[in-house]
């Protein structure tokens, strides 16, 4: 299983960007996929997650209300559109895949809950 994720690049604060992340390969099901952020000198961070069997969605609370995930499963997509972008979300972003059943809320933002992981996208935010 191969995650390609473009749509990265630069923009000023307050702008916006839409990122996309399409599953290929042996996909037979999946059951989330997921965005994570990691800045220069700090660990990777959850951004976003969204469960494919009833689509239900978790946000990071430094982004909540400016940064929707969305997906289109006859793609197998995810897409993270991020508005009124900050300068503090300046990072490589990275989507995430997991093929296996079972995933629950209270796990849905853990990296170890995916099996699978994009290259990264660069997003910059600058004036």
């Known amino acids: 299983v191969q995650l390609q994720a473009s749509g990265g690049g630069l923009v000023q604060p307050g702008g916006s960007l839409k990122l996309s992340c399409t599953a290929s390969?042996?996909?037979?099901?999946?059951?989330?996929m997921g965005w994570y952020r990691q800045a220069p000198g700090k660990e990777r961070e959850f951004v976003a997650a969204l469960r494919w069997t009833d689509g239900y969605r978790n946000y990071a609370n430094s982004v909540k209300g400016r940064f929707t995930i969305s997906r289109d499963t006859a793609k197998n997509t995810v897409y993270l559109q991020m508005n009124s972008l900050k300068p503090e979300d300046a990072a490589v972003y990275y989507c995430?895949?997991?093929?296996?059943?079972?995933?629950?809320?209270?796990?849905?933002?853990?990296?170890?809950?995916?099996?699978?992981w994009g290259q990264g996208t660069q997003v910059t935010v600058s004036s």
């Open positions: 995430s895949a997991r093929l296996r059943s079972g995933i629950i809320i209270s796990t849905i933002g853990r990296p170890s809950s995916y099996d699978y």
């Open positions: 390969g042996s996909v037979s099901s999946i059951n989330a």
